[in-house]
């Protein structure tokens, strides 16, 4: 089985050498055997050790440079060496890449998911257990996005997964990813994320067992750091911090070998008889990658007043307008919270923009009971949403509330987009959702106090909101 032959070779992820190529954006070059990368020219006529040149674009040719992706894969056998692709079986009905009335449902309804338990059975790899929560566009339009999440118990064993349609973002919540790539292989543990682009094949084992977390999908761009503006050269992601793998290859006959394609948001499959994992050696700027989120460097409000959380971006996917994203992946990492007669948790919010939030460990600071480690919300396009409220009643009470104190042991994100997605009919359905969600600010009171006179007064309200 090829999953276990990969492991059989390197033993397992303690004893490989992990080696990572450092930056974001970079044009690398690797090699596993010395003097099998062509010198001087990308496609000689004959390319060292014999292999075969293959180009794998992620940009059209005539992309202005600084946005042309591609890379140079010298392999033992070229991809194109399989069977025609036939739609799998059998199919997978759980996972979206048109965002219409036919396929989803449109809500404004604040909407959040408990955890859901990593099944113990049946066998399910990381295709079989990812599933689609929301979304919008088309993949087939070459704009939208998705957000899906994933629960596998097993790992791929005998084939590989293409993503034709975007790029994916995953974000582990549990249990170590282990994935190999056509450039090499990356360790992706909770606390990491791990970028596949558009075309990439690839294969994820589970080191650790049982995994579970959430995945982002684009259509029709990349993800890049976003601009510093003000705060300057530095800070948040620097690109020196993000991961990408080393040439590693395997060259056994893989009879029955099989690709697994995502196109148009439905899967098929094609088989050969070699692993895709056959690249000797490679040179480019179009590359998987990792990066540990413990790394980042938060900017934060030092006087008065909560910040936008747009300052704690990670990686943006752009639109054509100027500051409007696809999709921006936002993290809320442990900090320091110092701002002098300022409600410090996010305040209450309506936003032209939808947010989806996970949450990897911890508590979230806006939500004290309810929202948990491997679960997830969505607060949609002017949808009102923010603390709950014992979260709101506990921060006002506070007597040290001018102190500085320091938030730790929790890492949530958001995927948030200027498109409004749709919900798939699952997700609403589904047993994890909390129907009682918006009970968390029904005992929200008012505190509203005023004279006769209308000068305002110290009187509390009373529970039913009245004076």
Not at 200 to 222: K, N, Q, W
Not at 250 to 259: D, F, L, V, W
Not at 348 to 374: Q, T, V, W
Not at 454 to 459: P, R
């Amino acid at each position: 089985m090829a999953s276990l032959q990969r492991q059989q070779q390197h033993h397992d992820d303690d004893s490989y050498n992990f080696r990572y190529l450092s930056g974001l954006g970079n044009s690398f070059s690797s090699e596993a055997v010395p003097g099998s990368l062509p010198r001087g020219q990308n496609s000689p006529l004959v390319c060292p050790l014999g292999l075969y040149a293959e180009q794998l674009s992620g940009s059209p040719f005539t992309a202005p440079r600084a946005r042309n992706l591609r890379t140079w894969l010298y392999r033992i056998k070229p991809s194109v060496t399989h069977e025609p692709f036939h739609p799998r079986q059998p199919a997978h009905r759980r996972l979206i890449g048109e965002f219409d009335r036919t396929t989803t449902v449109a809500t404004p309804t604040q909407l959040r998911w408990t955890p859901a338990d990593v099944p113990q059975a049946p066998p399910l790899d990381f295709i079989d257990g990812l599933y689609t929560v929301c979304g919008a566009g088309s993949s087939f339009l070459r704009h939208g996005y998705a957000v899906h999440m994933y629960a596998a118990n097993k790992s791929m064993d005998g084939c590989a997964f293409c993503n034709a349609d975007g790029d994916f973002l995953i974000v582990p919540q549990q249990g170590k990813l282990l994935i190999t790539t056509e450039c090499g292989k990356l360790l992706v543990p909770p606390g990491e994320i791990v970028v596949i682009p558009q075309g990439f094949r690839f294969a994820v084992d589970l080191p650790d067992g049982p995994s579970r977390g959430y995945v982002s999908e684009i259509f029709g761009t990349h993800f890049q750091l976003p601009d510093l503006g003000p705060i300057g050269a530095n800070g948040l992601a620097s690109a020196r911090d993000f991961h990408s793998p080393t040439a590693w290859f395997e060259q056994a006959h893989r009879s029955g070998y099989t690709i697994v394609q995502k196109y148009g948001g439905e899967l098929f499959t094609a088989t050969q008889d070699f692993s895709p994992f056959n690249v000797v050696a490679w040179h480019g700027n179009y590359v998987p990658y990792k990066y540990d989120l413990s790394k980042f460097c938060p900017f934060n409000t030092v006087l008065f007043d909560h910040a936008d959380p747009s300052v704690n971006t990670v990686l943006t996917a752009p639109t054509d307008k100027p500051g409007v994203a696809l999709l921006d992946f936002v993290i809320f990492p442990p900090r320091w919270l110092v701002a002098e007669n300022t409600f410090r948790p996010p305040y209450y919010h309506r936003n032209c923009m939808s947010e989806f939030m996970g949450l990897i460990y911890g508590i979230y600071e806006a939500k004290a009971d309810g929202f948990l480690p491997g679960g997830a919300s969505l607060h949609s396009c002017m949808t009102p949403h923010g603390p709950d409220t014992k979260t709101y009643e506990a921060t006002i009470s506070r007597p040290d509330a001018n102190e500085p104190s320091r938030l730790s042991g929790t890492l949530a994100f958001m995927f948030e987009s200027a498109l409004i997605p749709r919900v798939c009919q699952w997700a609403l359905d589904s047993p994890s959702r909390d129907l009682d969600y918006y009970q968390c600010w029904i005992g929200l009171k008012s505190h509203f106090s005023h004279d006769d006179n209308g000068q305002a007064t110290s009187e509390p309200a009373d529970k039913d909101g009245t004076n």
